[in-house]
């Protein structure tokens, strides 16, 4: 090797190692998952090794911004100064009207989401499109299944978007034959929806899918597989047991508030998933039974609405072998062997 190679194969690695954005420093996690209380809104917040970070929804518009608050301070715990990517699963103010309160308060690199509000003319739509469109303006991005986001160490993959869904599958899937749901082409049925993968370890969060487009995806063949760690789809007001049924996920979280989602119905077809090890809610829902509800310890929030804000975080091992989910409550926490 001539010794011009050699020297500029060692400025390339010296390079490498200097290089914040790979080698950021290790807080000795993996993947960190949060799912932020912003009572019975979305904000879902993953963090990767190298502490880039990726926020799906951003809670309500309130003149306090006390969601972009909470999302602020699970960033800090887990030490991520700006948002790379903000998903707009989807238009709908408990999903999209913090989104000017976070964008004034940190860095947000580029605003993903399906495409523009089909209920932008809707009084309940509008507020929610124009709060989206302020903080996003040229940094937005339109994504489609299939698509996916650079991360480091972690494979990103939109799963549906547009209620499109990706392909993928094997076999007739057992659950599907029931009853089908009637189409729903509103905002919710349009949201976006994710797969997160470390090794053999995959989440999946669907954002606010509706019934049909649940269904879509899971029969006659389940296209998304089986995963490990589940958002349970749409605030537990509304999901398909053919396709929670057949994803066969270990651990659900439901990021219901304590009185919107975590309806009865919903939360008995989480509790049926077979093979299921864990369920754990943002907030104990005060309209359905104890024996629907996660046990206490594994609920992040017992009180009413607007109280503490305390999340449920998941931790995912560097190889993806195992995850544990603790409550930030109380502390209690389990770890999963990944499937
Ligand atoms: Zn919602």
């Known amino acids: 090797m001539k010794t011009f190679d050699i020297l500029a194969r060692l400025v390339v690695a010296l390079c490498i190692v200097m ?22 809104g979305s904000a879902t917040l993953l963090v990767t090794p190298a502490g880039e970070a990726v926020l799906m929804d951003a809670g309500w518009n309130r003149e306090d911004q006390r969601d972009a608050r909470r999302i ?8 991520a100064a700006d948002i790379d990517y903000f998903i707009a699963s989807h238009f709908h103010g408990d999903h999209v009207g913090g989104t000017p309160a976070i964008a004034q308060r940190v860095s947000i690199g580029q ?51 547009d209620r499109e869904i990706i392909e993928g599958g094997t076999g007739t899937n057992p659950h599907c034959g029931g009853p089908m749901a009637p189409e729903d082409f509103g ?24 019934v049909d487009i649940q269904q879509a995806a899971a029969c006659p063949i389940n296209r998304l597989g089986v995963v490990d760690l589940i958002q349970v789809p749409h605030h537990a007001q509304g999901v398909a047991a053919e396709l929670l049924w057949a994803l066969e996920p270990t651990v659900a979280v439901s990021n219901n508030g304590a009185t919107k989602g975590g309806r009865a119905d919903d939360l008995a077809v989480v509790q049926g998933i077979p093979g299921l090890d864990g369920f754990w809610q943002v907030h104990h829902a005060t309209a359905s039974s104890a024996g629907l509800n996660a046990p206490p310890q594994m609920t992040a929030n017992l009180t009413e609405d607007n109280d503490q804000g305390h999340w449920i975080k998941a931790t995912v091992d560097a190889d993806g072998t195992n995850y544990t989910i603790i409550n930030g409550r109380n502390g209690y926490s389990q770890t999963y062997a990944t499937k």
Do not use: C
């Open 111 to 161: 605003f993903l989401d399906h495409g523009d509000s089909v209920e932008s003319e809707t009084e309940r739509g509008r507020p929610a499109w124009e709060a989206y469109l302020s903080a996003a303006q040229e940094k937005r991005r339109t994504v489609r299944p299939g698509d996916t986001v650079n991360l480091t160490g972690v494979e990103f993959t939109i799963v549906v978007s």
């Open 19 to 40: 290089s914040p954005g790979l080698f950021a420093q290790d807080n000795g996690d993996g993947l960190q998952i949060y799912w932020i209380d912003v009572e019975g």
């Open 187 to 210: 905002e919710n049925s349009r949201s976006i929806g994710y797969r997160v993968t470390v090794g053999e370890f995959e989440f999946l969060d669907l954002g606010d899918i509706t």
């Open 72 to 79: 602020e301070a699970a960033m800090a715990d887990a030490g």
